[in-house]
């Protein structure tokens, strides 16, 4: 039976091949992207803005890149908070258009974590239960589950959903933390340990107690993580499963579906696990050069991943470029300088090596493709982790439990003013019988 699929299969790779001309032809963007690079206007919005490159005359010109939230930028809302944690206050600001002032802080702190706590035997029954192989799999299945636990879980009128948006961001640290454990203890057979969570604790300071076996973090490794989930809480309305969740909640599904679009999105190598490829190339490059390798020997590494002849010779230098940022993703920005704090706090030298080949790196892409480009968030976001001492499992969960806010105020953004099905059109260019 396997053979007769696969001379199907091969079949349908000689017989219903597109030719690539046709794109042309028919003007059709690939991937949403227009020919300067530049991506396919499909909305509008208020939530936030990513700004990269200016363009004139259909001529795409480089500038300093920025991140903002509700108009304004993530620098800034990175220093709003203080000494502080600053995701709760990142939320309100994506879900409410304006930073809280101080009263309102500490109420929707504390309706927060009043929502931190999982519903009753949900833990038993749905997530140590079902373990998978998958954390990403198992997150969205544990998200989809909670539609069971809601008294009317297909209200989708803008105010509900901010209720149910809230409790979904505020249970996050619990559902990803449990769905490591229980992957840990059934199926990589390791002991398992459950903390519940603890309502004087940030999301952040949460995500550390819940995942950590003994419990236990510094005030210096949970304010970085605060700024990881800062500046990985929104990416505007065109990122992929920000895009995802709007196409599916145009059909006016339930916000569980439409979050759970979303992390399937988010779950692709291409979206969300890029830092997990940074890792994975830094270390071989590391092991075949040493902390201490000089600019000439990095260099020639570099040259080999451009040439294709290094890693998994794809010709990619994984955490350099980015579709929008040119001169430089504020991101990476916030977490070059969250990492060497970190760095100098646990006495590591794997920062400096990373700067250095950064730098090193930036210079020969802008060298070879003729234009200007920056290193991007994922260069330092999975060292970070690694800093953490975060299980790579764990990675792109952490990502989603921040981003669950931006695709949230992106859908109700989208329902109160758009509020139309998502329904572009392909062009037929195959053949048809007499």
Not at 63 to 70: E, V
Not at 99 to 110: A, C, G, L, V
Not at 175 to 201: G, N, V
């Amino acid at each position: 039976m396997n053979e007769f699929l696969l001379e199907k299969y091969h079949d349908l790779l000689k017989n219903e091949s597109i030719d690539p001309k046709l794109y042309d032809e028919f003007r059709v963007k690939r991937g949403l992207r227009n020919d300067n690079g530049t991506g396919v206007l499909v909305g509008l919005t208020k939530v936030a803005e990513v700004s990269g490159y200016t363009v004139c005359n259909d001529e795409i010109k480089p500038k300093k890149g920025n991140l903002y939230y509700r108009g304004i930028d993530i620098t800034k809302v990175s220093k709003m908070c203080g000494d502080d944690f600053g995701y709760e206050n990142t939320c309100f600001l994506l879900l409410f258009g304006h930073y809280p002032n101080p009263i309102e802080s500490k109420i929707f702190q504390k309706i927060i974590r009043d929502n931190y706590d999982l519903p009753e035997n949900f833990l038993e029954n749905i997530i140590l239960k079902n373990p998978s192989k998958s954390l990403m799999n198992h997150i969205t299945r544990c998200i989809l589950s909670l539609y069971s636990f809601d008294d009317n879980p297909d209200d989708i009128d803008p105010y509900s959903l901010i209720l149910k948006g809230i409790s979904l961001i505020a249970k996050m640290p619990a559902i990803i933390s449990y769905s490591l454990q229980a992957k840990t203890h059934y199926l990589d057979h390791d002991s398992l340990h459950i903390h519940f969570p603890r309502h004087d604790y940030s999301f952040a300071e949460n995500i550390l107690y819940l995942s950590r076996n003994d419990g236990q973090f510094t005030k210096l490794e949970a304010k970085t993580l605060d700024m990881c989930l800062m500046v990985h809480a929104d990416h505007g309305g065109g990122n992929n499963s920000a895009f995802v969740g709007t196409v599916v909640s145009s059909t006016l599904t339930d916000i569980y579906s439409m979050v759970c679009a979303s992390l399937c999105s988010l779950k692709g190598p291409r979206h969300g696990g890029a830092n997990m490829a940074v890792l994975d190339m830094m270390q071989d490059v590391i092991n075949d050069v040493g902390l201490d390798a000089t600019d000439e020997q990095i260099n020639e590494i570099i040259e080999r991943l451009l040439n294709k002849d290094y890693f998994d010779k794809t010709g990619l230098i994984y955490g350099i470029g980015h579709a929008i940022y040119s001169l430089s993703d504020p991101r990476c920005e916030l977490l070059r300088a969250e990492a060497k704090k970190l760095a100098m706090d646990k006495n590591l030298k794997k920062f400096e090596f990373y700067y250095r080949f950064e730098k090193l790196a930036v210079k020969a892409l802008e060298k070879k493709k003729n234009m200007k480009c920056c290193a991007n968030v994922d260069f330092y976001s999975g060292l970070i982790y690694e800093m953490l001492s975060i299980p790579r499992d764990l990675f792109i969960p952490i990502f989603a439990a921040a981003r669950i806010v931006g695709w949230i105020s992106h859908n109700i953004e989208n329902l109160l003013y758009c509020n139309k099905i998502i329904r572009p059109a392909t062009k037929y260019v195959g053949t048809k019988e007499d």
